[in-house]
Nanobody, 124 residues
Framework: QVQPVESGGGLAQAGGSLRLSCAAS????????MGWFRQAPGKEREFVAG????????NYADSVKGRFTISRDNAKNTVYLQMNRLKPEDTAVYYC?????????????????WGQGTQVTVSS
């Protein structure tokens, strides 16, 4: 199973940018559809973005579409999330996880390697 470690979070001003990285263990990284989730204070974890095994197909939550870009480098076992035009409502802890069929907006049922994620804080 993929065991991801997130990094790249930090403080940003509204309108600014951050780039998150998710380094995943395992030789079968390229077998997984991967995605990003986030959880804001007092809210449930929500889907942010997903990317196909080859990286040639992506999908996004409506709230981030046009602002965020997900990508992956299978040779480096890494998934990225480029976040532009950040808004205060993007403030959350961001996590990455493998996604499951058919809609690829939920984590694999067997995935239980949630870590501390990486904190993104966007000021007004």
């Amino acid at each position: 199973q993929v065991q991801p470690v997130e990094s790249g979070g930090g403080l940003a001003q509204a309108g600014g940018s951050l780039r998150l990285s998710c380094a995943a263990s395992g030789r079968t990284f390229s077998d997984y559809v991967m995605g990003w989730f986030r959880q804001a204070p007092g809210k449930e974890r929500e889907f942010v973005a997903g990317i196909s095994r080859s990286g040639d197909s992506t999908n996004y939550a409506d709230s981030v579409k046009g602002r965020f870009t997900i990508s992956r480098d299978n040779a480096k076992n890494t998934v990225y999330l480029q976040m532009n035009r950040l808004k205060p409502e993007d403030t959350a802890v961001y996590y990455c996880a493998p996604l499951r069929a058919p809609f690829y907006r939920l984590p694999l049922r067997e995935f239980n390697s949630w870590g501390q994620g990486t904190q993104v804080t966007v000021s007004s």
